[in-house]
T-cell receptor, first 111, second 112 residues
């Protein structure tokens, strides 16, 4: 079963706008990661945030983690058409030793 | 550095057949994980190998098996194929401590 659940399931925005995706999970974690997948291809790692961190930035990406609410958000600023993809959160549970992926958010950026 | 290589990229099989998929990890990576991706179930963890040992296994029937060789290359096998096994099978390698996973492009299996 999936540990993380993303919302919204799908998001459509105009180029230049910001996109926010949320992820909720169920158990205590060591870290949470976000990945991107372009249509039917392999996943690409975007960012990892550890359980003792609250916020992390990487270029146009900003990730927050709230362990008390068991939730995370991914913000993509100034989106581009090339950001069109599916975005997945993945959690590394404290007693799991494996990454468990959520259902993903499909982002469409219109130019 | 070469990325994760999966072969074959596409294959078509019929029900009852068996299939073997191959994964070559990034040089120096000792952990290889396999995932099944379908529209209905999303990304499901199959198993993980580290230094030739299966370290973790997902909730799949015994028809799904894998192995890892001494050079870290991994194979997975699905026997007695069913229509529901049609999926994108993704392999990912890592150094080994559930940090960043590096994924291959996947093997897309269609079962007719």
């Amino acid at each position: 079963s999936q540990q993380g659940e993303e919302d919204p399931q799908a998001l459509s925005i105009q180029e230049g706008e910001n996109a926010t995706m949320n992820c909720s999970y169920k158990t205590s974690i060591n870290n949470l990661q976000w990945y991107r997948q372009n249509s039917g291809r392999g996943l690409v790692h975007l960012i990892l945030i550890r359980s003792n961190e609250r916020e992390k930035h990487s270029g146009r990406l900003r990730v927050t983690l709230d362990t008390s609410k068991k939730s995370s958000s991914l913000l993509i600023t100034a989106s581009r058409a090339a950001d069109t993809a599916s975005y997945f959160c993945a959690t590394d549970a404290v007693y799991g030793n494996k990454l468990v992926f959520g259902a993903g958010t499909i982002l469409r950026v219109k130019s | 550095k070469a990325g994760v290589t999966q072969t074959p990229r596409y294959l078509i099989k019929t029900r009852g057949q068996q299939v073997t998929l191959s994964c070559s990890p990034i040089s120096g990576h000792r952990s290889v994980s396999w995932y099944q991706q379908t529209p209905g179930q999303g990304l499901q963890f199959l198993f993980e190998y580290f230094s030739e040992t299966q370290r973790n296994k997902g909730n799949f029937p015994g028809r799904f098996s894998g192995r890892q060789f001494s050079n870290s290359r991994s194979e997975m096998n699905v026997s007695t194929l069913e229509l529901g096994d049609s999926a994108l099978y993704l392999c990912a390698s890592s150094i080994g401590n559930t940090g960043e996973l590096f994924f291959g492009e996947g093997s897309r299996l269609t079962v007719l």
